[in-house]
């Protein structure tokens, strides 16, 4: 059974930084893209950043880019999404996906409020 | 960035009815379109991929089908526990973009 778990979220303030990990399972993860999507409360999805299979090639929206890292361990089976210099925009349930979004993590949440 | 219009943004049905949600990309993106169901407090689940093909595991009552731009979402017969927010999302190119949902609810 596919599994993704996130975890690292909370509440942190504007301008400092939060490390998300979603740790993966019953599948070989070093087969398949991930990617981190958001949903701010109330509000749509939005596609943030994604990384290949190897970590060679990685993409990011706009709103996100110089400020998020996308990342992976393989031997781990874990994806990561480093975050500075965060915004009160950037609050948000953040869900860890394989592939185009086939499987979804539960969610962690990140509050970026004073 | 390819748009994606979704329609209705909620929709009141009765059970037993048929129901369908349409997604409206601004460029051709050929199958490239999933479906996914999202109920409160959980994280989206995918029904349909590649435009047509249904899930592993989801009951047939939801199918879908596209025409050029044009991607629709059809459940034959609305049960009760297909109350549910609905959403498409087009991997065509990046950045991947979603609908901006369908609240469905229970006449």
């Known amino acids: 059974e596919v599994q993704l778990v996130e975890s690292g979220g909370g509440l942190v303030q504007p301008g400092r930084s939060m490390k998300l990990s979603c740790a993966a399972s019953?599948?070989?993860?070093?087969?398949?893209?991930m990617a981190w999507v958001r949903q701010a409360p109330t509000k749509g999805l939005e596609w943030v950043a994604t990384i290949s299979y190897d970590g060679s090639s990685t993409y990011y929206r706009d709103s996100v880019k110089g400020r998020f890292t996308i990342s992976r361990d393989n031997a781990k089976s874990t994806l990561y999404l480093q975050m500075n210099s965060l915004r009160s925009e950037d609050t948000a349930t953040y869900y860890c996906?394989?592939?185009?979004?086939?499987?979804w993590g539960q969610g962690v949440m990140v509050t970026v409020s004073s | 960035d390819i748009q994606v219009t979704q329609s209705p943004s909620s929709l009141l049905a009765s059970l037993g009815e048929r129901v369908t949600i349409t997604c409206q990309t601004s460029q051709s993106i050929s199958n490239n379109l999933n479906w996914y169901q999202q109920k409160p407090g959980q994280a989206p689940m995918l029904l349909i991929y590649y435009a047509t093909s249904l899930q592993t595991g989801m009951p047939s009552r939801f199918s879908g089908q596209y025409s050029g731009r044009s991607f629709t979402l059809t459940i034959t017969s609305l049960e009760p526990e297909d109350i549910a927010n609905y959403f498409c999302l087009q991997h065509y190119s990046a950045p991947h973009t979603f609908g901006s949902g369908t609240k469905l609810e229970i006449k």
């Open positions: 019953g599948f070989t993860f070093s087969n398949y893209g």
């Open positions: 996906t394989r592939g185009t979004a086939h499987y």
